[in-house]
């Protein structure tokens, strides 16, 4: 019923720059926070960066001066700007959200996961 479509990984050299992107669609009836996590093969899973629906955003310390997180609510897209990459930034990067959707004429909330886009910091 509802869908993360993300989109903007690949390889890049240390010191250049990607932007993803995620679109949510379905029966939405709302978005509230937004945000990117990612994974490096043999870590956990950590948290990037989140925007809440009025803008609000927050940082992990490893990113903070380089990633900017941002939204269009009327797309119900989130992007991520990712600047300055280092070889430490490569990881499978996943777009999440918590949604409100309808469905029979009730409501329903869950908190949606992306497929996840390579990202590869390398030279």
């Known amino acids: 019923q509802v869908q993360l479509v993300e989109s903007g990984g690949g390889l890049v050299q240390p010191g250049g720059s990607l932007r993803l992107s995620c679109v949510a669609s379905?029966?939405?009836?709302?978005?509230?926070?937004m945000g990117w996590y990612r994974q490096a093969p043999g870590k956990q899973r950590e948290l990037v960066a989140t925007?809440?629906?009025?803008?609000?955003?927050n940082y992990a310390d490893a990113v903070k001066g380089r990633f900017t997180i941002s939204r269009d609510n009327a797309k119900n897209t989130v992007y991520l700007q990712m600047n300055s990459l280092k070889p430490e930034d490569t990881a499978v990067y996943y777009c999440?959200?918590?949604?409100?959707?309808?469905?029979?004429?009730?409501?329903?909330?869950?908190?949606?996961w992306g497929q996840g886009t390579q990202v590869t910091v390398s030279s």
């Open positions: 925007i809440t629906g009025a803008g609000s955003t």
């Open positions: 379905g029966s939405i009836s709302s978005i509230d926070v």
């Open positions: 999440n959200a918590d949604i409100t959707y309808s469905r029979a004429s009730k409501y329903y909330f869950e908190n949606c």
